[in-house]
């Protein structure tokens, strides 16, 4: 991945950078040659002056001669307008196309998940009838990039998402009442299948959502997490009357069941963690704070990998495995950045004179 899809990634947005010089450099041709023609317009009024002819004639034959001329330029100029117009054209259309390729070869690169991470996120999020889900990464060396991912595959969550989907019929005690025919207060229960998830933030084995009744604006806010054989759940509850803190309080935890709510909390966890495996776009890369989509400077972020890489004993060892000339191959395709990269993992086949020819 590392000398076939970011090499590729740093190929493709060198030929970008090419590309963007060569239609500044279209941009300075069209301004030089449409000015040109402009001063040739000037040039030729300016011969009359001088000559020595009666002012009737003068003026007449100036008339004639700068109409024409007029008219030749502006043909003339429409021409290389449109023609210039073409060229910078297809030029933006090689860029793009480049730009294209390169933030494909650092999606291929990122979605294997080839660096060392330090913590890895599922935000969920409910707009319209449909969910937005973007997997959110940050790696060594202040490396963070984001996937959106594919809801319209899952089955839980092609639709909105009610626990009624995985386990019918949970019920939260809200808050205690008391009734005629009971001297003890009992508990006001709201049912959940009755709630939509609304947002939610899952990590390998941590999860926090937000279920809403659209019709009554109640919400029920549920944290889970779990180590081995062991899972831990609070719930609070918030309506028009306030905020209830189910779990925290124990006349109301105890009327709930917990067993349903962890087995119903563990399946949405792993759902929502499944969606990692669709990945359709990179959303954002930065290292170090910078933007790499947005400068594409492909190469930086490639040394920075690198940098990173060389600190992992387990990645050096997949490195020293490969065929040192395959490497040289792949990287002479970079040329010169290609040797440094070779220099910084320690496998470059050069001799000491050729590195130090390299600037």
């Known amino acids: 991945m590392f000398f076939t899809d970011l090499v590729d990634a740093v190929r493709y947005s060198q030929a970008w950078v090419q590309s963007l010089e060569e239609q500044k450099a279209l941009a300075e041709k069209a301004d030089k040659q449409l000015g040109k023609l402009g001063e040739l317009s000037d040039r030729i009024s300016a011969a009359f002056e001088g000559l020595e002819l009666d002012r009737e004639y003068l003026e007449s034959l100036s008339k004639v001669i700068n109409e024409f001329a007029a008219t030749a330029i502006q043909q003339k100029r429409e021409k290389l307008s449109a023609k210039l117009k073409a060229e910078v054209e297809d030029s933006a259309a090689a860029s793009e196309a480049e730009r294209l390729k390169a933030i494909r070869g650092l999606e291929s690169y990122l979605a294997a998940t080839p660096l060392p991470v330090l913590d890895e996120q599922v935000v969920l999020e409910l707009s319209e009838s449909s969910y937005s889900a973007i997997a959110e990464y ?4 202040k490396i963070e990039y984001e996937f959106l991912l594919n809801t319209a595959n899952s089955a839980l969550f092609r639709s909105p998402f009610t626990l009624s989907a995985t386990h ?18 009992v508990p006001d229960f709201e ?8 947002t939610a933030r899952a990590s390998q084995n941590h999860l926090v959502s937000t279920f809403v009744n ?43 069941d917990l067993v349903s709510v962890k087995s119903a909390m563990a399946q949405l966890l792993d759902a929502i963690s499944d969606l990692k495996k669709e990945k359709l776009k990179l959303n954002k890369l930065e290292a170090d704070g910078k933007d790499i989509m947005g400068t594409l400077d492909c190469f930086w972020f490639m ?10 004993a387990g990645a050096m060892d997949e490195v020293r495995k490969l065929d040192p000339k395959m490497v040289e191959e792949r990287l002479k395709l970079l040329g010169p950045n290609g040797n440094v990269i070779m220099d910084k993992l320690g496998i470059s086949t050069r001799t000491p004179e050729q590195r130090r020819e390299t600037p």
Do not use: N
């Open 303 to 312: 040394q920075r990998v690198t940098d990173v890489m060389v600190q992992s």
């Open 191 to 198: 049912k959940l299948d009755e709630y939509t998830l609304s």
């Open 138 to 141: 940050k790696c060594e060396g």
């Open 214 to 256: 659209h019709e009554t604006s109640a919400s029920v806010s549920i944290v889970f997490s779990r180590s081995g054989s062991d899972s831990f759940v609070t719930a609070e509850y918030l309506d028009g009357k306030g905020k209830v803190d189910v779990t925290g309080e124990p006349a109301l935890s105890k009327h709930l």
């Open 168 to 185: 019918r019929g949970i019920k939260l005690p809200v808050r205690l009442g008391k009734t005629w025919l009971r001297k003890e207060a």
